[in-house]
Every structure is written in C-alpha cells, then in structure tokens.
C-alpha cells in the first residue's frame, strides 16, 4: 500500500510540476543568434530546463509563433501572451535595403551585450543607419513608437556586416622570413568578410611575395601578413617582352632601379642606351606595352 501511495504521489507531483508560466515579449527582434539571450523571459516559475529549450528555440525562430504551434513545442508551459512573433535584425535591414547584396550580419548586440530587443503588440520599430548599406561596423539606431506614431524609446545596437568573398587561409602557422611564399601553404576558401578590401585575394601571385608577419592556420590572408619581394635590381640584365597587339619580342635591358610585382620601372637598352619604362611581371621579367 505504501509502495502504491508513493508511486501516485511521484506522478502526481510530477504533473504538476510541469505546468508552468512564462512571461516574454509580444514582438521580439533578434539581433543575433547566439549571445546574451537572458532579457527573454520576463517572469517564470518553470523548471530550468524548460526554459533552455525555449530559449534555445527563440534563438532561431522567425515569423509569428501562434498558441497552437507553442503548445504542441511546450506542452508544460503556458505562455504570456500566447502568441510571439520573432523578427531577424537582418531580414528586417534588408527589407529597408539597409544591407549590401548578399550581406549577413557577422555580430550585432546592444551596449549592453543583449542580442534582442523585446516590444509589446501596440508597439513597432524604426531602423535608421547612416553608414549603411556597406560592410564593416555600423551604429544602428532603432527607435520604437506605438500604433499613433508617438516616440517611446531608442535603443543602439553595434552591427558588423560582411560578404562573402573568396579568400587564402594558411594552412599552418607562418612567421617572418625572407623567403618567397610557397602557394601550397595556402588554401581557397569561402568566408564571410566585413572588410574585403584588406584581404589577399586568390588571384594574387603570392609567389612574388614574402610573409611579414605571423599567420596562424587557419587565419585569413591579410594584405598586412605579407610584403613584397624585390623581383628585379639594378646591375642584372631583365628580360623584356615588347607587345604590340598580337606580337611579342624578346629583348634584354638594365633595370635603373630595383622593382617588384606590378611596379613601373625605369630601364635602359644596353646597345642603344634609349630610356623606358616596363611593368614587373616575375623574376626579371618586364613587359611593354605599345
């Protein structure tokens, strides 16, 4: 009997111990997936665990969340208000075109490191960012009113934006040296960039190239990571190739000056001593163009 009396007991505690009560937002806009999530709940008496598992579905939920959807994901908790509708900070600028083509938000969250902004039904957002729509780090301010139009509050989120662009990764730790970087120390990958314009691009002949500063693997190539390497110097005769249209001639000159990847130099034509200018396209190899 005493057996029975417990078992009923543990199952009757149980039951109640799973119905609970969650207060949250009626709109709530995510800044970004992962973060400080913990301006969520507003009041609970739910266990732990049940609060994980809705905080961790808010992380990725879009689009309004109706009672009976919530219901059937949370069985133990009645929510307050039952129906919540989730806002993505990037669909939201992109619906502004407030976001470069193909741009994703590599980190947004307010001063306060929260990665969401709660708001009730008779409320709504206003988006403004001067220095969108491009990469790199913005100051957004959002400004929410109520249904009249009338001004409520501001809040300021610190967004980075990025594109993705094709990049070098190293494959293993590099440090300084004098010598020309080896291509296959380097693989090219897709990544996600705010700042595209000082990465090392993988049209880059980084042959003609030296590391000048560590890299670790797996870090991006960054145009301050290398430097270049001196390809032709005065004293040693440079191979040249005269183009005019669809015909090249091979000839030889002195480099006036030392010269590297992509540089206009000065040379001189050793039997006719007449002065040009030659672009550096390898170890002395210059090209004219007519």
């Known amino acids: 009997m005493r057996l029975i009396l417990s078992i009923l ?6 039951v109640f111990s799973n119905e609970c009560t969650l207060s949250t937002h009626a709109k709530i806009l995510i800044l970004s997936n992962d973060g400080d999530f913990s ?105 929410i009113r109520d249904n009249l139009g009338q001004y409520l509050s501001t809040e300021w989120v610190k967004a980075e934006v990025g594109v993705p662009v094709k990049a070098l990764v190293s494959n293993s730790t590099q440090t300084p040296t004098f010598k020309a970087i080896d291509p296959s120390q380097l693989t090219t990958k897709t990544i996600i960039s705010s700042n595209p314009e000082n990465l090392v691009r993988p049209s880059t002949p980084v042959q003609f190239f030296k590391f000048s500063k560590t890299i670790n693997s797996g870090e991006v190539l960054q145009k301050n990571h290398i430097s270049s390497i001196q390809l032709v110097r005065p004293g040693t005769q440079a191979r040249v190739l005269i183009k005019d249209g669809s015909i090249t001639i091979n000839g030889f000159a002195e480099p006036l000056s030392y010269g590297i990847y992509d540089q206009t130099i000065k040379l001189k034509n050793s039997k006719t001593s007449k002065i040009f200018w030659g672009k550096v396209i390898d170890n002395n190899s210059v090209v004219v163009e007519l």
């Not at 007991?9 to 149980?14: I, N, P, Q």
């Not at 619906?95 to 409320?123: C, F, M, T």
């Open 9 to 14: 007991l543990f199952f009757s505690s149980a």
């Open 39 to 143: 301006r969520l709940i507003k009041n609970s008496d739910c266990n732990d665990q049940s609060v994980s598992n809705f905080v961790n579905f808010a992380r990725n939920a879009r689009g309004q969340i109706k009672p009976a959807l919530l219901s059937k994901l949370f069985p133990e908790i009645n929510f307050l208000p039952n129906s919540i509708e989730f806002i993505s900070l990037q669909e939201a600028l992109e619906n502004k075109s407030l976001l470069p083509n193909e741009a994703s938000l590599i980190s947004a969250s307010k001063l306060n490191r929260s990665s969401l902004i709660g708001l009730e039904n008779d409320q709504r957002l206003e988006l403004e960012c001067r220095s969108c729509p491009t990469t790199g780090l913005h100051n957004i301010k959002i400004s």
